[in-house]
Every structure is written in structure tokens, then in C-alpha cells.
């Protein structure tokens, strides 16, 4: 998620994750480092709302955010309650 710039810090990312709020194909995840694959589903809920991206790309650096956005496809977009 860091390097995809979803969040501005890999504890950020971390925090995220630790707190149960992402998940990987549907299933909630808990561990930071748990690896990811091209075509996983990864939804995180951030703030008031909950981000669907597949995984479309990896990139050994993190780059700026025209790089990073080739990286995922955005599936959906929808408000928390």
C-alpha cells in the first residue's frame, strides 16, 4: 500500500493492517507482511471510505504517484457509515 501511495507511511500501512482494516480477496489480513500477488483484491478502509484495488503491478521503488498508479486498478469507491 506504501508503495502504491494508498497511505503516506509504511507504518501507516502497517497500522492499517494490524487494526483489521484491510482485507485480501475478501479475507481480513493481520499481517504486515503478508505477501501479495497480481490480481489480489485488496480492500482498505481508510478514513470515511473504503477503497477495491487489484493489484496490477509491483515496482522495486517507490515512485511518484503517476508510477504508483499503474501499480492497481480502482474497483470501487464506497462511503462508510
Same mark, same amino acid.
Given at each position: 500500500?506504501?508503495?502504491?501511495?494508498?497511505?503516506?507511511a509504511?507504518?501507516? =500501512? =502497517?497500522?492499517?493492517v494490524?487494526?483489521g482494516h484491510?482485507?485480501?480477496?475478501g479475507?481480513?489480513?493481520?499481517?504486515p507482511?503478508?505477501?501479495?500477488?497480481?490480481?489480489?483484491?485488496?480492500?482498505?478502509a481508510?478514513d470515511?471510505t473504503?477503497?477495491?484495488?487489484?493489484?496490477?503491478g509491483?515496482?522495486e521503488?517507490?515512485?511518484? =504517484?503517476?508510477s504508483?498508479?499503474?501499480l492497481?486498478?480502482?474497483?470501487?469507491? =464506497?462511503?462508510?457509515?
Open positions: 500500500m506504501w508503495h502504491a501511495r494508498v497511505v503516506k509504511r507504518s501507516s =500501512a =502497517a497500522e492499517l494490524v487494526t484491510v482485507r485480501i480477496n479475507t481480513r489480513e493481520t499481517s507482511g503478508h505477501a501479495i500477488k497480481l490480481g489480489d483484491v485488496i480492500t482498505v481508510l470515511r473504503v477503497r477495491v484495488l487489484k493489484v496490477t509491483f515496482n521503488r517507490r515512485g511518484d =504517484a503517476t504508483a498508479r499503474v492497481y486498478e480502482e474497483l470501487g469507491d =464506497a462511503k462508510r457509515n
